[in-house]
């Protein structure tokens, strides 16, 4: 039995869905509703010490660190392999599901966040101590305490800009060399990337676009038309539903019938 | 042709090392100064444009980011393997890599200097470092930046150490079911945490020692008897090179 407790099919959360579609694996979605904050609710505290999304779970194994799930999950399910053979391509994917993790959604998710907390009510510092109080991670204590208390350094947000405008040179340089992220053939890196970036076409259309770069929109194209990609898609509640459409719009991509 | 750009047996060079001497594989070794700022020289650079070690050079191709060459080298010289052949236990070597180079390895880092490195700098070493990060890409330049600085945030010292605490607490809660970090066998997950729980003794040495975490305590124990671990040990070219520690991977920007 493999169930995927998860927000949207969206950044972190979304990765096990987008895989999972890839391969054509069924599992059972629970969805977890981070709006309300249900990630640091203790029941869901008990699954996942931790309080992030997502939490997989298959036959009594739990797996709460998105990039690793994936390859266990590419290693333990039949379907298209999502990984290339040859070590060197290997690395490679490997090499770009760091360089997203640790450096390239750190600086989306910022954005994300500054977003979220211009909509933030007014609170005193000791609500917002309240808030955090029950959120396991230091780390991620801290950032919520940025969030709600409006407080995320226009510095920081200026370098995640200078960040995300250099990862587009990186990906339209590495999709000169092979057609996708890791080599000849779609994998991990691929998916970790398209379920962080997929709205890039719309979101950021003064760099993102056929004259500027022409390789990265091509494997946008090649990305969104898949039946895996859509599939996922659909499973969201409709927070990221209109960003999607949009981006298929700019890419002229049609929507297939899939499930 | 392998060849292994490294600094000591410590934090981030000595990984490598010890699973070269664990599958008794030849290479040649290139030892970058990072005292002498080595890497920040243009021929470095060359090799590796973010001015960090490990690399390793296999054939041409350029390996780098130490949690990924020790699974680049495992898959590419399949005898002895130490990737666990379970794929549970994979799962854990996935999990504590990924944790070593995202959490455990930049607090080090930030803790590590502080105490240790940052006070003992000369104002013509801090000079020098200053200009020699120019070529670096900004990144790079701004760890440097702020390490160079007189002090540190407190809260930032703070956040690195309850980072390192929920970390050590998550090693005494893998150790206590079984006696390896991914199951019952050593892997590649124990040698990536080698050189961190040595320098760990010494940066937290309130929470991580013989009392309070004992299952760590004794599984370092453990794997510092062992040959390769010994043999990796004994490359030291600087007395203490586990209370040495130079400005390393940023900490999370964004949790």
């Known amino acids: 039995m493999l169930e995927v407790y998860t927000w949207e099919p969206n950044a972190n959360s979304g990765k096990p869905l987008l895989m999972l579609k890839e391969k054509g694996v069924d599992f059972k979605y629970h ?67 760091r360089f997203l993790d640790f450096h390239y959604c750190p600086s989306l998710a910022m ?8 909509r933030m009510p007014e609170q005193s510092e000791e609500e917002i101590e309240k808030q955090v109080a029950g959120i396991p ?88 038309a898949r039946p895996g990609t859509q599939a996922a898609f659909k499973l969201g509640h409709g927070w990221i539903a209109d960003r999607v459409a949009e981006t298929r719009k700019i890419l002229c991509i049609r929507d297939l019938d899939v499930a | 042709m392998l060849e292994l750009y490294h600094w000591e047996p410590a934090l981030n060079s000595g990984e490598p090392l ?42 041409k191709k350029v390996v780098t980011g130490m949690s990924i060459m020790l699974q680049y080298i495992d898959d590419v010289f399949p005898k002895k393997p130490l990737m666990p052949a379970d794929l549970g236990d994979q799962y854990q070597v996935f999990f504590w890599v990924k944790y070593v180079e995202e959490r455990i390895a930049p607090a080090i880092s930030l803790l590590g200097w502080h105490r240790f490195t940052r006070p003992t700098l000369k104002p013509a070493v801090i000079a020098k470092a200053r200009k020699s990060v120019r070529k670096l890409p900004p990144e790079r330049q701004a760890v440097w930046k702020q390490a160079l600085k007189d002090s540190c945030a407190d809260a930032e010292i703070g956040l690195a150490r309850d980072s390192l605490a929920l970390a050590v607490g998550k090693l005494q809660g893998a150790l206590k079911h079984s006696p390896w970090l991914a199951g ?4 590649l997950a124990d040698i990536a945490l080698v050189f961190m729980a040595r320098a760990m003794r010494n940066v937290i040495p309130d929470i991580m020692n013989a009392k309070a975490t004992p299952k760590t305590w004794a599984w370092l124990k453990k794997l510092e008897r062992r040959k390769a671990v010994n043999d990796v040990l004994a490359l030291a070219r600087t007395a203490e090179p586990d209370k040495i520690f130079a400005p390393g991977p940023e900490m999370a920007r964004w949790g």
Not at chain 1, 207 to 220: G, H, Q, S, Y
């Open chain 1, 31 to 97: 969805y977890v509703d981070m709006g309300k904050r249900e990630h640091h609710a203790p029941e869901y505290l008990k699954l996942n010490p931790s309080g992030t999304v997502p939490t997989v779970v298959h036959d009594g194994l739990v797996l709460t660190e998105s990039s690793p799930s994936l390859e266990y999950l590419d290693a333990a399910f039949d379907g298209p392999a999502l990984r290339p053979e040859d070590p060197y391509l290997l690395w490679r994917m490997r090499k770009w599901i």
């Open chain 1, 111 to 118: 954005f994300g966040g500054a977003g979220a907390s211009k």
């Open chain 1, 137 to 224: 991670m230091p780390e991620r204590r801290w950032v919520w305490g940025l969030i709600l208390a409006k407080k995320v350094p226009e510095a920081a947000l200026a370098e995640s800009d200078r960040r995300i405008t250099a990862g587009i040179e990186l990906f339209e340089k590495a999709l000169t060399e092979y057609p996708y992220l890791a080599g000849p053939d779609y994998s991990l890196a691929d998916i970790v990337a398209m379920i962080t970036v997929y709205g890039m076409p719309s979101m950021r259309p003064d760099e993102v676009n056929d004259r500027k770069t022409p390789r990265l929109m091509d494997w946008f194209r090649r990305c969104h």
């Open chain 2, 18 to 59: 010890i699973l070269l001497k664990e599958k008794c594989i030849p290479f040649r070794s290139r030892y970058v100064d990072l005292l002498k700022l080595k890497q920040h020289e243009p021929k470095f650079l060359d090799i590796n444009p973010d001015g960090q070690v490990p690399v390793l050079v296999h054939d």
């Open chain 2, 184 to 187: 019952q066998s050593y892997s």
